[in-house]
């Protein structure tokens, strides 16, 4: 069911100040699964951002909200596998209804914000935003903040669960029925792709980088330059130009002492203010044009605390400061 906000629905008062930000419709897209998981939870984080208030925090920015509530997919056939992957033919068919959504929103001149549900997800979203691009003409940049790199293969992966494979998926190394669902393989090239926060990876996954050239800023990078520099780094080139600009945050890119409430947590991960600066920085740029939110588990979560907080780095995504201009302003 199709819901537009207005003006009169609750927002959170947690924020006092806001940048002004161009008018843009967004369009909320709901993925209801974690069947790219061997853990059950991620299913209701669309449900939980929306209690977090996610679109009518977004309409306080004169954003046109429209929520199309979430798509219908297969239960999750818990523990089925095919050729050593967990419930492929469930993530198949949830990717497929996701690219469909996230296409549909982009050809509408809109915003795709993808809820998910398990990480999987991403390779619906981003197939579509790569098959969108080409066929505009736009350079595309991928930001993944993510604890992991998922850069896993069905031969490679140790546990068969398929939200450890979406960047491999993307590359052209995935499962065919994945792998394919943009109008090219691979949807993506790798330099196209920048991961930032990584801080578990597993071995093979690491030659998997090296082999693939992914652009790469682990938490030790993120310590060594700073959060500043990193965004700086990985955002070079993007403001100013015709770039589309996806962000794929999946929520255990935090350190689990802010963020709780997601199945896979790493310690050592960025805290508040570094994401705030890095959600800041991808403001600046004016060129995001997807987003991807994934991986929260209300299940693991204290009173909803990370889905609020996810809805307070989502507003920084789009435009919210502490002082109008930024650092400096008078």
Not at 55 to 72: E, M, S, T
Not at 160 to 178: E, F, Q, T
Not at 245 to 252: E, N, Q, R
Request: glycine letters at 10%; hydrophobic letters at 40%.
């Amino acid at each position: 069911m199709t819901r537009k906000y207005t003006a009169e629905d609750p927002v959170s008062s947690r924020v006092d100040s806001f940048l002004p930000s161009p008018a843009r419709a967004v369009t909320l897209i709901g993925a209801p699964t974690d069947a790219g998981t061997s853990r059950l939870g991620a299913a209701m984080g669309p449900d939980a951002l929306r209690v977090a208030q996610l679109g009518p925090a977004l309409h306080r920015f004169g954003i046109d909200v429209k929520d199309i509530g979430n798509i219908v997919g297969p239960a999750n056939p818990q523990g089925d596998r095919l050729d050593g992957l967990r419930n492929l033919d469930a993530c198949v068919s949830w990717n497929q209804g996701v690219h469909d959504a996230v296409a549909a929103a982009l050809s509408d001149h809109r915003l795709p914000i993808m809820l998910g549900g398990d990480h999987h997800l991403a390779i619906g979203s981003i197939s579509a935003v790569a098959r969108h691009c080409r066929a505009r003409g736009k350079r595309l940049r991928i930001l993944w903040l993510d604890a992991h790199s998922d850069c896993n293969t069905p031969e490679i992966s140790p546990s068969g669960n398929i939200h450890g494979m979406p960047v491999a998926s993307l590359c052209g190394l995935g499962p065919d029925s994945l792998s394919g669902l943009s109008d090219v393989v691979p949807a993506i090239r790798p330099e196209e792709l920048c991961q930032i926060g990584l801080r578990s990876v597993d071995e093979a996954e690491k030659q998997m980088i090296r082999q693939l050239g992914i652009e790469v800023y682990d938490m030790r990078a993120i310590d060594e330059l700073g959060m500043r520099e990193t965004m700086r780094r990985a955002l070079k080139g993007v403001a100013g130009g015709d770039v589309h600009l996806h962000v794929s945050f999946d929520v255990d890119f935090l350190d689990p002492e802010i963020a709780p409430g997601t199945g896979t947590t790493v310690r050592g991960g960025p805290n508040y203010r570094e994401a705030q600066l890095c959600m800041e920085m991808i403001a600046d740029t004016g060129c995001m044009g997807s987003l991807d939110i994934v991986e929260l588990n209300p299940a693991l979560d204290l009173r909803n605390q990370t889905a609020e907080l996810v809805v307070d780095l989502t507003e920084s995504l789009f435009g919210k400061s502490t002082l109008v201009g930024g650092y400096g302003a008078s």
